[in-house]
């Protein structure tokens, strides 16, 4: 038996958070000596009945910045009151900024503590002082009482700890079976979105939010449509920009070739129905989105500010973001000249195969936890 508490965010459109509900679902249906709870240190809960269903126990705390007095206290109390409760406290974090948990776990006596890196920047951290100090201080203030270094790459690992020495890379996976390429779902969604077989269907997969770069992604795009007028963008996801981006796409013409999809629950049948993903983010720790995309086999075209280890597929490219929305274009021109729907079929098992499959790295996991001491 081992009893382990997560600490995450909850919040549906965020990467983190879906690792976080993928794996531990699936350690819980494997692993029913596993039990586990989760903590959620940012309020909202967007997961609360998905896994109540699992017999996962959730816990909310204030949001550090909406209720700053009111974290710190309830942190302490909570971790003062289940001090004996758990064989071990799993911090999933995008940053240091919110270390003091982990500081305070460590000093009242919490054995085998986990800190584990999601990305490999943020913006909302390195553009403001107070959170870059604090991130910093973080990081040195909690290097030795960490047990454990969990980073999802080396540019996360580079991020998070002092020294990336002794951080363990965990691969993010994914459910390869379900975002396996299928002709008959690129067909449904084709036709739902009335994409004919003439059209180029580029899709993009994320939150709206300075990170995933939108602005450029739409001048690409608007870069793209000059030389292939039936191209159509569909944006997957939701985030504070999006209204200006819509509005941005007006501004460039192209509104009437790009689709704002919102919130989706069906990524699986959509990413079949792509020929092509462009992904320019200013930064990430090792994208979820990507392997599942990956696992559909549609080429990809992603930024330099990326780990290269995301390249999982001969069809996975990168480009620098040093280079013109115009360069962009003629990459991903020259990519889906060259597009093979038949060659997708077996991008799953090459994904599979190169250890991102989820079944496989949440038993990695659960053992993990199940051989603490």
Request: hydrophobic residues 40%; charged residues 25%.
């Amino acid at each position: 038996m081992a009893k382990i508490l997560v600490v995450s965010n909850l919040e549906k459109g965020v990467g983190i958070s879906k690792y976080v509900v993928d794996t531990y679902s699936e350690i819980t249906n494997q692993y029913p000596e596993i039990n586990i709870d989760i903590l959620n240190d940012v309020e909202r809960n967007d997961y609360k009945r998905e896994l109540e269903k699992l017999k996962i126990k959730t816990f909310s705390i204030p949001k550090l910045t909406r209720h700053p007095f009111g974290y710190l206290f309830q942190w302490v109390f909570f971790l003062l009151k289940n001090k004996e409760k758990y064989d071990a406290i799993h911090f999933h974090y995008d940053s240091m900024v919110r270390f003091f948990p982990i500081l305070v776990a460590s000093m009242v006596g919490y054995k085998n503590i986990i800190v584990h890196s999601h990305n490999g920047s943020s913006s909302v951290v390195v553009n403001s002082k107070v959170r870059l100090l604090l991130h910093n201080i973080g990081k040195r203030v909690c290097n030795n009482r960490i047990d454990y270094k969990f980073a999802v790459s080396d540019k996360a690992a580079e991020w998070m700890f002092i020294s990336s020495d002794k951080v363990k890379i965990i691969h993010n996976g994914v459910n390869t079976v379900r975002f396996g390429f299928n002709s008959d779902k690129r067909e449904k969604v084709r036709h739902e979105l009335g994409i004919s077989n003439d059209n180029i269907m580029i899709g993009h997969v994320g939150r709206f939010k300075d990170q995933k770069n939108h602005i450029f992604l739409l001048q690409i795009f608007a870069s793209i449509v000059k030389d292939l007028p039936k191209a159509r963008l569909f944006l997957i996801g939701i985030g504070p920009l999006m209204e200006q981006m819509e509005n941005l796409s007006k501004q460039l013409n192209i509104d009437k070739n790009v689709v704002f999809l919102g919130q989706r629950s069906d990524v699986d049948e959509l990413v079949s129905g792509m020929d092509l993903m462009i992904f320019p983010s200013l930064y990430e720790g090792f994208p979820i989105t990507l392997v599942e995309a990956q696992c559909s086999g549609v080429p990809i075209l992603y930024s330099d500010q990326i780990t290269k280890s995301i390249g999982l597929i001969k069809t996975t490219q990168s480009e620098s973001l040093n280079n013109t929305p115009n360069q962009w274009a003629q990459h991903a021109e020259k990519i889906l000249k060259s597009v093979d729907n038949d060659s997708r079929l077996h991008a799953s098992e090459l994904v599979q195969l190169a250890g991102f499959d989820l079944k496989m790295e949440a038993s990695k996991m659960a053992l993990f936890y199940l051989n603490l001491k």
